[in-house]
């Protein structure tokens, strides 16, 4: 919660003491036609508004009366390994933090030390995502949005976490096992294809696709600025 | 992150006017000495200063300059199973509830969703509430408050929540199992007696008293309204 520091009080009962007075000025040589009255009626005025203003805006700092939270949201990148959810993640995370939006990054390393180690199949990862959602509706009920960048290839945790957040916000960056090592090399993805790692999303764990995602990123097609203005931009338009 | 509605600037500009109106209007009538003149400025001005206020209110909601983050503390209530914890949590947290104040309340039943149930061995007592904590201090850095009530009765891990903190403030309810059993009866601590249970605070484990503890209180002392009240006292003293 912020609350106004007197310093931004006074700055504003200036700005506001420049329009005022100006106009009071204004309005008593219109009435009298004497532009030294209106001056000294302004001169007075300014130094008694003065102080008048800044008890006005103390006080009203005070009262929560009218003051309405900026909805928080859920922004979930999901897509196999190495599509770009992280770099993704980072790079909305700093666009919306310069504009004052308060966000929690959640990254698997930054989840790790809440979670401990779990396993791979279905039931752990589900398990895991679904733990991650909890903590993304907890971070929601306190107003505070989150970024969160995971693999999570089951519909079923994804629509889990859909379900007990109110602003949830699926990123689906599409691409596939072989476009990525063609284009950067990976070596996890060779590994499975060598059957030396098993449970690799884009090979043996197939990537389970959702008719509700909110946002489907082709990465082939985009550089990471454009997808990165494609969610902010969604954001906006949908007031988040 | 709270904005400033426009009923809540409307009714600001309207506290405000009658303030500087009738300054105005006090204003022109002694220089001028003529009533009606005083009147008509003072109407004309109403009118004019309304608009303009309003719309210097709504470009000051956009501006962060100033805005200053209330600190955010986490409460930390530890002692003995049924010692009082969960309920003095709960009476703090609607005591401040109603000044406006955000709050995350940490009972073991709001943690059970995110962490998976761990054992009451040293080791795994002291792994949770480390979790636990690195959750108090997720949402502490995101400006969130919290009141946490566990038995934690190992000081390595409250030592370790109270290191990654920023305003950790240990209340510790004095008391012991006897008394407890005395006053409301106690199955847990029946029992541990009978040796039926295992790895109980109080009994076969012991509580780890701490010198740096920010209150104790002597729970057969004191009603939970007085203790609630000492420690809302102390946050406002700390300013928090």
Redesign the interface.
């Known amino acids: 919660?912020?609350?106004?520091?007197k310093?931004?009080?006074i700055?504003?009962a200036i700005?506001?003491r420049i329009?005022?007075t100006l106009?009071?000025i204004g309005?008593?040589y219109l009435?009298?036609g004497q532009i030294q009255?209106a001056v000294?009626?302004g001169v007075?005025?300014m130094t008694?508004?003065l102080l008048?203003?800044y008890f006005?805006e103390r006080l009203?700092d005070r009262l929560?009366?009218?003051?309405?939270?900026?909805p928080p949201f859920v922004l979930w990148i999901t897509g196999i390994p190495r599509s770009g959810k992280t770099t993704l993640g980072d790079m909305v995370y700093k666009k919306l933090e310069k504009e004052?939006?308060?966000i929690?990054r959640l990254d698997s390393h930054d989840v790790r030390?809440?979670?401990?180690e779990t396993g791979f199949t279905r039931d752990e990862v589900n398990?895991h995502i679904?733990?991650v959602g909890?903590?993304t509706s907890?971070?929601e009920?306190?107003?505070?949005s989150t970024i969160a960048s995971f693999v999570s290839p089951f519909t079923e945790s994804r629509d889990f976490v859909r379900n007990i957040c109110q602003n949830y916000i699926e990123v689906y960056l599409k691409t596939t096992a072989d476009e990525i090592s063609e284009k950067y090399g990976c070596e996890l993805y060779e590994k499975a294809r060598q059957g030396l790692v098993k449970d690799v999303a884009g090979m043996d764990i197939k990537y389970e696709t959702s008719s509700q995602t909110e946002l489907v990123i082709e990465m082939c097609d985009l550089s990471l600025e454009k997808a990165t203005d494609i969610i902010v931009d969604y954001l906006k338009k949908n007031n988040l």
């Open positions: 919660m912020y609350r106004d520091s310093t931004r009080t700055v504003k700005t506001w329009t005022a106009t009071t309005l008593v009435f009298t009255t000294e009626v007075l005025e008694a508004k008048f203003y006005h009203w929560m009366f009218g003051r309405v939270e900026v004052g939006i308060k929690q030390p809440l979670f401990p398990s679904k733990r909890h903590l907890m971070m009920n306190n107003g505070i």
